[in-house]
């Protein structure tokens, strides 16, 4: 059983930078695709990033790419969400959430987009980043 802990959101400015961490404990987070996903008031959970395990593959959602960048450190098992040019739409509870088998899609198959949420068995408690002005 593998347990996740966010920690780094706040409140920041539009344009400003954050970065999320995703820490791991009781596995290795190699062993899982990990993923960050997010929900804002009256709106569904979304996926945001993650990171597979297993096969290195990378996804992010339209919303945030080029603007968000997920990695890993595998010596502290933590995953990190660096989000820079924050928006107000960006505004929601973080969570991070792990997935076995350790790849982000929902097919071995065709490893293509996201897996769906319900896919990703472990959660984190969530983080609120509020950006506003």
């Known amino acids: 059983q593998v347990r996740l802990v966010e920690s780094g959101g706040g409140l920041v400015q539009p344009g400003d930078s954050l970065r999320l961490s995703c820490a791991g404990s009781g596995r290795t987070l190699d062993y899982y695709a990990v993923g960050w996903f997010r929900q804002a008031p009256g709106k569904e959970r979304e996926g945001v990033s993650c990171?597979?395990?297993?096969?290195?593959?990378?996804y992010y959602a339209d919303s945030v790419k080029g603007r968000f960048t997920i990695s890993i450190n595998d010596a502290k098992n933590t995953v990190y969400l660096q989000m820079e040019n924050l928006k107000p739409e960006d505004a929601a509870v973080y969570y991070c959430?792990?997935?076995?088998?350790?790849?982000?899609?929902?097919?071995?198959?065709?490893?293509?987009?996201?897996?769906?949420?319900?896919?990703?068995?472990?959660w984190g408690q969530g983080i609120q980043v509020t950006v506003s002005s």
């Open positions: 990171i597979g395990g297993s096969d290195g593959r990378i």
């Open positions: 959430a792990a997935k076995y088998p350790s790849y982000c899609s929902g097919s071995y198959y065709d490893r293509s987009g996201l897996a769906k949420k319900t896919d990703f068995g472990f």
